[in-house]
DNA sequence: TTGTATGCGTTATCAT
DNA sequence: ATGATAACGCATACAA
């Protein structure tokens, strides 16, 4: 009850309708559904409200009808550059719907993200989760509680949009296989996204189907440095393309190999994942287009229909990833794993 | 009062009190006041409440105490590499001080920043306005309403955190000029960013001082693309170092350099401003550290001070950043007769 | 079309 | 140390 001093109180609905002569529920609908008013009580409440000052208190509104007009965006981590994009595009398309957003930083911790989930249910009318690391247990019960929207997480029945990297990734090999390349190595990363498993798994497949050999190496994280560090690795594979994880590890390998004097793609080709600095390296990295912006943007869309029909879509939506071939990728050195002469040599 | 339906309604205090077999004042006063009860209650309490997934319901809580327990973060643009650790250090220390944040992206424009300024106003206690560009009158009248800290905008009287990346451009300068370097060249950023005033400042008194010769390069928008185009611009200048705005011009401009053939550092020195790519760049980017988590940190500190207090620090709370030297400068060609014309001694 | 009465979940005041 | 209960400001069944 005790408000902070210093500032005048805000009139409340009460003053209002005192002052307009009116009850506290016809100041209320004049602000919420004035066409079940009569033009002339709309006027004059509007008039005593301008008179006061008053503006509907949000807060109580909320308390009231459970709306509050805000929804929450939880990512692992802000400063990973796949994440921006996808907040700005959440961001504005919350913001269209009249929704504001928090966000939430989840710090890569899974308890982390289920104690903001906790926090953030009562001020929030939905969910968007970005590559969530909570267990499907934890999930469904949040599920149950708020709509929720997952990105880049597969569960099923709960709603979903997720970045069809996978084909992407097929592509890639297939682009390298074409360009002459017949020894890759995929470069990992956390074992427990799902968005590794499906490249790891595309990848996989696509070797195998164009009998090419796959070699792989993990990372523990998904960072500049992973990649950096293991580019010795990388190279005493003897392979001629590397397709990695995301663009992050990409750019740490193309480094390494740059201090390492190999040149890309001369020597060696490189694929990254995401598109989110790809065009940003030098020189400018072939990728997989993820559009994450366009996920966030979705994911929200996804919300706003949950809000608004009540009923969650439990079909995920699916967002395409094409692959976006830039300069890093070339035909393998000629010395090199060259094997069977087929035609041109 | 009608709830959405298909979901279940969360726990409230008179469950958990119940559960616990005491009274609804007592289930609150564990959460807030804990120490005012015996430490059996606050565990049994406790218990009852993990039990049942029970989490203080933020709304009922702001209506019942005026406050809202969110702070509001805004930022021109997300996506811009300076910000997300900016913002990740104001989320980490209002989540400590049990926070949650709204964030609100402006879009690099005045309008909207005026726009979330208002329509976040009810929900929040106070504000942090992240390089904002909204006129100072504007400014002064949301600080009238609301708590407000600035972020690199220095408006007098309203509590602000700068980040002194000038005497790092003046250390910057001494560096080159103590590598040999005699002709620099200054590629700026927004004319209307205090940021980019302070640099631009700075450089022109340190190359006074240091008695050699700096031009300027103009650049509409600091991105890599930006920093790319100027290339040719700046290689005319027959300048044997560059200073750009910030990491991403200056990564723009290393690119721009290889795809000529211009080694970094052998024949230009390069140097950012902001350390936020700048030891993913290859080679690693001298750079200035801007220390931006610690900035956004210590902006909603400020702005916990002020809620606590009830009174804002009027002097502004300085980030000193300094040089970081890297591997992208170097002492000039040795025919540092680069000079498109000569004459200059 | 408008008024009455009640509930939303919590904190704070006053007791005990 | 703990309990009973009145606010907090608004929205909505239910009446009229």
Redesign the pocket.
């Known amino acids: 009850?005790?408000k902070p001093p210093h500032f005048s109180?805000a009139p409340?609905?009460?003053e209002v309708a005192q002052a307009a002569g009116?009850?506290?529920?016809?100041v209320?609908?004049t602000?919420?559904q004035p066409d079940?008013?009569?033009e002339?009580?709309v006027q004059r409440v509007l008039a005593a409200a301008e008179r006061l000052g008053y503006v509907?208190?949000q807060t109580?509104?909320a308390?009231?009808?459970g709306r509050a007009g805000n929804i929450a965006l939880i990512v692992p981590d802000v400063a990973n550059p796949f994440f921006p994009p996808l907040i700005r595009g959440a961001q504005a398309r919350a913001d269209e719907a009249g929704y504001a957003v928090f966000l939430g930083d989840a710090d890569e911790t899974p308890a982390r993200e289920d104690i903001l989930l906790g926090k953030l249910a009562a001020q929030v009318e939905g969910f968007v989760l970005a590559a969530p690391r909570l267990p499907e247990d934890r999930l469904r019960i949040h599920a149950k509680r708020r709509p929720l929207v997952l990105i880049n997480r597969d569960v099923a029945n709960i709603p979903r949009v997720l970045i069809d990297t996978a084909a992407g990734v097929a592509a890639a090999i297939d682009h390298l296989v074409a360009l002459g390349h017949r020894h890759i190595v995929y470069v990992s990363g956390p074992s427990a996204s799902w968005s590794n498993q499906q490249r790891q798994l595309a990848a996989g497949l696509a070797a195998e189907r164009t009998g090419i050999r796959l070699d792989r190496i993990a990372t523990h994280r998904p960072t500049y440095l992973a990649g950096q560090e293991c580019t010795d690795e990388l190279l005493a594979t003897g392979a001629t393309a590397v397709v990695a994880f995301d663009d992050l590890v990409a750019q740490g390998i193309m480094a390494g190999l740059a201090s390492r004097g190999t040149p890309v793609p001369a020597s060696l080709s490189v694929v990254g994942c995401d598109d989110v600095l790809a065009e940003r390296t030098y020189p400018p990295l072939t990728t997989i287009a993820a559009h994450c912006a366009e996920a966030g943007q979705r994911a929200v869309e996804l919300l706003l229909e949950m809000l608004a029909s009540g009923a969650p879509r439990t079909t995920p939506v699916t967002i395409a990833a094409e692959l976006v071939v830039r300069a890093t990728t070339a035909p393998p050195p000629r010395a090199a794993s060259r094997r069977p002469r087929g035609g041109h040599g």
Do not use: K
């Open positions: 009850m005790s109180r409340t609905i009460g009116v009850s506290r529920a016809t209320s609908r602000f919420s079940r008013l009569s002339t009580t509907p208190n109580a509104r308390l009231s009808t």
